[in-house]
């Protein structure tokens, strides 16, 4: 299939503040079962007195354009005057005024970048997108590999270097990066929907139909997806199928084009500034952090989320630095933020239990992980933080047993046993606690805190 097969073109070039993380980081959640399937809190998270926290900058209401380009500017200038041997600086600088379209000098600086570090593929995702502006696909295809060479797990990049592949007229080559993508982001719907594209290319249409099938599934109101499922049924012959399709497609486009509408009539320029800004905060932040100084990191988030009401980046790092302070409250409430701003991650409603959990509030806290759990009801975390949170409500033991079944079942790991036994135990299931806790003595190497544990259980035979 080729441009003219699709209705539109649609680039999906993550911004700058969005490329790294789709979810919060480890270090993000702290909840986890000791031995035996012991339940800790986050140590000291909500008895330390928080401290007080730098006030939220004023947002961009009323805020000119040039305004904020010239804060984008003066925060990249200040990194640099800050971190003067960092890369990282340099990096974000080429960024900046490759997003104000000098692309020139966004290869300027980029370059000085790889000069202080050679091994920069975020860098070489840049050059490679300068290098796509300009027609150069070829060279855009060798620097995106040269990237996923140095970071294979670099967001957007296999979808990017497969959509030049596609325009090169080598869908075979652009199958073998999506599908090397797909493992390692199941979830990105762009894959799955280039892969599709791939496919008809090839004529393959019914691989064609399940790749546009579980890109539909992952981004529910994309068009493109919808438009390419309808052309896939149609040439399996599938007629009904593909015009209930093409009727969804055409609705979607009618929505589509009155959003678009209303974005021209909300000053989208102002918009895109801010977002640009914010983006530059929240990268910027990310390097204070790095090198400690926290409450300028904070600042500089607090600033972006001010600006951008949908920056998920910006937040996540805002969860991170709140619980590494104690300050597990406020950390909730930009959890909650990141479940409003993208309601189908999992790991958002996740994460949110967990805190909620640790606050006490366990209602709250079993309903998001609930949520989690719907989105990804084979995710073992997901399972574990409810099985955790079920065996803290007295009335909810026989189904904190069920859930560390299903447990074991999705991941047999010495803790999930050790929770299942510990949930055999409090429904008075002593043998089958027993039982538990061999196998995860055996899967541990014969811990002997869980033979000692079981020795314990022995005794009240």
Known sequence: MNGADTPRARPREPRAGQGRRGALSARSVVLAAARCGRWLLLAGVLAAAPP????DPPGAPGETVEAMKAETFRVARQLIDDFPRSSDPLGLMGTVYRQYGDTAEAVTWWRKCLERNPRRADVYNGLAMVALSKGEHENAVELWRKALQMDPSLPGVHGRCASALLTLGKPEEAVATLETGIKIFPEDGENHYLLGQACLQMKQHAKAAGAYQKALELM??????????????SRLGQEDKAKGYMDRFRKMREAEESASSGRRKAQPDRRWAAQVLADTLANAGRVYRA???WPKAEEHWRRAATLDPENTACRQDLVDLLLQARRGREAVEFCQQLRTINPRNATYHLNTGVLFALLGQHDAAEEAIRQGIALAPTRASGL???AQVLLRRNEKQGEAKAIAQKLVAVEPAAQNYALLAEACYRNGDLADARAALDQAAKLSRWDPEYLRVRDLIEERK
């Not at 007080?52 to 006030?55: K, L």
């Not at 919808?226 to 049924?233: H, M, V």
């Open 384 to 386: 574990r933080s409810l």
């Open 291 to 293: 090198h400690g100084r």
């Open 52 to 55: 007080n926290p730098p006030a």
């Open 220 to 233: 529910p109101d994309d068009s493109r997806a919808c438009y390419g499922l309808a052309l896939a049924c």
